[in-house]
């Protein structure tokens, strides 16, 4: 059984293995020394191994580092700037930010009090009760971990106790009890980066947590506290040959669909003209890497912490406040844009509010004025409104009617709150002059809190079709009589839901019964019972693809 050539497309590889591992099924009987009776099964996997064996081997060169991690496949070429003191803002701002450069400052993170405080223990005694956002340590695991606070939640004690076993980690935004513990470096202190100064994201895990590849939405500056990280990052002029997924075609952040543990060269061969450069950041170090910068990180470290300050993408310096003595501030004296109680829903992962006011400037006629239904017809919309959405097709009637009325009453909302007069325009004098806080204000009408980000998360993650596949499943296993202990085991099991909201759907499905759900009750009471998850929200990114294809038509990304 030969290959002479290896095919380029994925789907011809394919083809060729099927072909090969007929031809070595054929051989088995010839083979003498294979003397283990082997079933059609054990024959068809070793032919297919074989098979896939032989696909590589008969190539004149398996690349180097095919199916190695990320950054395998060559030695670096490119070299990061390291500097051993924080520039001043007007420095930082031409030498990095405005060139789109990253830069490592080794010590940066030493003047924060959590540099010498942030150990389990201070963390549990200071913040125990905080609840804070979780995802799953390896990013590319869909599962989303439950904590002590619930769904995607955790309190910083629970977490802190268990992190060592749990598959999850925290990058939440920071609560504001533990603001006083992170220092803002001087270089992000005055003038335009200040009042760029969106959110601050923190990160708690264990040895292990890796990235996969991705770029940022904002500008962000990453400081350590404990533990080191191994960074692989790349020029976004070789964006086209990382395999960013489609659906981050048009946004500000995004992600590539490779597997960064074991990356597939045959499968995608532009990986392997990917110039990088490769750092480790110690304990005490940041690193500024620019809005759109695609990277990936490793976690090394028995306890890994560290802060992100998300800051707007600038392209040009207004150095209004710079004229004064700027150092080390801790962070609750400082104005951040969005902040998080500690408690309830967070505020991160908002779009930037100057890109909005980007926009909108945009659409200006001749004489100043910026049609309001324009920018509402053309840019509010939901994907369920978009003629070439195939997504739409999927949605219940119920999710239908639930996004038809919030985005018609965000449209209201915004036209009331930019032209409460009815005359139908804003002009360019009124946009340029809007606060900080009103440009929240009207970011919060058209982007609402990521479901993501909300207590109610359970409601928008799993699906009601899902819950009911699950629901007949149980009453074909249990002969009709589905125990309410049994249904929530299998809930929180299967579909990886709470008990919380496992018990909600018990008390819907059977309000009088409580303890067995037949097919009656379920048949009776099961719109009520799905009732918050066929109505909840889901992610939307429509908003963000359609003010990004535009800026990006203008230029001004």
Same mark, same amino acid.
């Given at each position: 059984?030969?290959?002479?050539?290896? *095919?380029?497309?994925?789907?011809?590889?394919?083809?060729?293995?099927?072909?090969?591992?007929?031809?070595?099924?054929?051989?088995?009987?010839?083979?003498?020394?294979?003397?283990?009776?082997?079933?059609?099964?054990?024959?068809?996997?070793?032919?297919?191994?074989?098979?896939?064996?032989?696909?590589?081997?008969?190539?004149?060169?398996? *690349?180097?580092?095919?199916?190695?991690?990320?950054?395998? &496949?060559?030695?670096?070429?490119?070299?990061?700037?390291?500097?051993?003191?924080?520039?001043?803002?007007?420095?930082?701002?031409?030498?990095?930010?405005?060139?789109?450069?990253?830069?490592?400052?080794?010590?940066?993170?030493?003047?924060?009090?959590?540099?010498?405080?942030?150990?389990?223990?201070?963390?549990?005694?200071?913040?125990?009760?905080?609840?804070?956002?979780?995802?799953?340590?390896?990013?590319?695991?869909?599962?989303?971990?439950?904590?002590?606070?619930?769904?995607?939640?955790?309190?910083?004690?629970?977490?802190?106790?268990?992190?060592?076993?749990?598959?999850?980690?925290?990058?939440?935004?920071?609560?504001?009890?533990?603001?006083?513990?992170?220092?803002?470096?001087?270089?992000?202190?005055?003038?335009?980066?200040?009042?760029?100064?969106?959110?601050?994201?923190?990160?708690?895990?264990?040895?292990?947590?890796?990235?996969?590849?991705?770029?940022?939405?904002?500008?962000?500056?990453?400081?350590?506290?404990?533990?080191?990280?191994?960074?692989?990052?790349?020029?976004?002029?070789?964006?086209?040959?990382?395999?960013?997924?489609?659906?981050?075609?048009?946004?500000?952040?995004?992600?590539?669909?490779?597997?960064?543990?074991?990356?597939?060269?045959?499968?995608?061969?532009?990986?392997?003209?990917?110039?990088?450069?490769?750092?480790?950041?110690?304990?005490?170090?940041?690193?500024?890497?620019?809005?759109?910068?695609?990277?990936?990180?490793?976690?090394?470290?028995?306890?890994?912490?560290?802060?992100?300050?998300?800051?707007?993408?600038?392209?040009?310096?207004?150095?209004?406040?710079?004229?004064?003595?700027?150092?080390?501030?801790?962070?609750?004296?400082?104005?951040?844009?969005?902040?998080?109680?500690?408690?309830?829903?967070?505020?991160?992962?908002?779009?930037?509010? &100057?890109?909005?006011?980007?926009?909108?400037?945009?659409?200006?006629?001749?004489?100043?004025?910026?049609?309001?239904?324009?920018?509402?017809?053309?840019?509010?919309?939901?994907? &369920?409104?978009?003629?070439?959405?195939?997504?739409?097709?999927?949605?219940?009637?119920?999710?239908?009617?639930?996004?038809?009325?919030?985005?018609?009453?965000?449209?209201?909302?915004?036209?009331?709150?930019?032209?409460?007069?009815?005359?139908?325009?804003?002009?360019?004098?009124?946009?340029?002059?809007?606060?900080?806080?009103?440009?929240?204000?009207?970011?919060?009408?058209?982007?609402?809190?990521?479901?993501?980000?909300?207590?109610?998360?359970?409601?928008?993650?799993?699906?009601?079709?899902?819950?009911?596949?699950?629901?007949?499943?149980?009453?074909?296993?249990?002969?009709?009589?589905?125990?309410?202990?049994?249904?929530?085991?299998?809930?929180?099991?299967?579909?990886?839901?709470?008990?919380?909201?496992?018990?909600?759907?018990?008390?819907?499905?059977? *309000?009088?019964?409580?303890?067995?759900?037949?097919?009656?009750?379920?048949?009776?009471?099961?719109?009520?019972?799905?009732?918050?998850?066929?109505?909840?929200?889901?992610?939307?990114?429509?908003?963000?693809?359609?003010?990004?294809?535009?800026?990006?038509? &203008?230029?001004?990304?």
């Amino acid at each position: 059984c030969q290959l002479r050539n290896v *095919p380029e497309s994925p789907v011809d590889r394919q083809l060729a293995r099927e072909e090969l591992a007929i031809c070595v099924l054929q051989q088995l009987p010839t083979l003498s020394k294979i003397t283990v009776r082997l079933t059609m099964k054990c024959a068809c996997s070793l032919a297919l191994f074989l098979a896939t064996f032989l696909t590589i081997s008969s190539a004149e060169d398996v *690349p180097r580092g095919h199916l190695e991690i990320f950054g395998s &496949h060559a030695d670096p070429t490119e070299t990061i700037e390291e500097m051993f003191t924080v520039p001043q803002p007007q420095e930082f701002f031409d030498r990095f930010v405005k060139p789109n450069k990253p830069v490592l400052l080794r010590g940066a993170a030493k003047p924060s009090r959590a540099y010498s405080l942030w150990t389990p223990e201070y963390l549990i005694q200071e913040y125990g009760n905080l609840t804070l956002r979780l995802e799953a340590r390896h990013e590319g695991n869909n599962q989303i971990p439950k904590g002590e606070a619930g769904f995607g939640r955790d309190t910083v004690a629970h977490f802190m106790q268990n992190y060592e076993t749990m598959d999850a980690y925290v990058i939440s935004q920071v609560p504001i009890k533990v603001e006083r513990d992170i220092a803002v470096p001087p270089c992000l202190l005055c003038g335009s980066i200040a009042q760029g100064l969106q959110e601050v994201h923190l990160f708690l895990t264990a040895a292990g947590g890796k990235t996969v590849v991705h770029r940022d939405p904002y500008s962000t500056f990453h400081c350590l506290f404990n533990g080191t990280k191994d960074w692989v990052l790349i020029d976004p002029s070789q964006s086209d040959l990382l395999y960013f997924s489609e659906d981050s075609r048009y946004e500000w952040g995004g992600y590539s669909i490779i597997d960064v543990d074991r990356v597939d060269l045959l499968t995608f061969p532009k990986i392997r003209d990917v110039r990088f450069a490769r750092i480790t950041m110690d304990k005490g170090d940041c690193i500024f890497v620019p809005g759109g910068y695609p990277h990936q990180v490793r976690v090394n470290g028995h306890l890994n912490t560290a802060v992100s300050i998300w800051i707007s993408r600038l392209k040009e310096f207004d150095s209004a406040g710079c004229d004064r003595e700027l150092d080390f501030t801790p962070m609750d004296e400082v104005d951040i844009l969005w902040r998080y109680s500690g408690h309830g829903d967070l505020t991160q992962g908002h779009m930037d509010i &100057h890109i909005l006011r980007r926009l909108l400037l945009t659409l200006a006629d001749s004489e100043g004025k910026i049609s309001v239904q324009h920018f509402l017809v053309n840019f509010v919309k939901g994907k &369920h409104e978009l003629e070439d959405e195939e997504e739409a097709d999927d949605l219940s009637e119920v999710q239908l009617h639930t996004m038809d009325e919030l985005y018609n009453n965000m449209r209201a909302e915004f036209a009331q709150k930019v032209d409460p007069e009815g005359r139908g325009y804003m002009t360019t004098e009124q946009v340029k002059g809007w606060t900080a806080d009103e440009m929240k204000e009207l970011m919060l009408t058209l982007d609402p809190t990521d479901v993501s980000d909300m207590d109610t998360f359970e409601y928008s993650h799993i699906q009601a079709a899902d819950i009911a596949d699950l629901l007949v499943d149980l009453l074909r296993e249990n002969r009709g009589q589905i125990p309410a202990d049994v249904f929530v085991q299998e809930y929180v099991e299967r579909i990886g839901g709470t008990a919380r909201a496992a018990n909600e759907i018990v008390s819907k499905l059977a *309000p009088d019964q409580g303890s067995t759900l037949t097919a009656t009750l379920i048949k009776e009471n099961m719109a009520a019972a799905m009732e918050p998850f066929e109505s909840a929200r889901f992610h939307d990114p429509t908003l963000e693809r359609l003010m990004y294809k535009h800026l990006e038509m &203008h230029d001004e990304l």
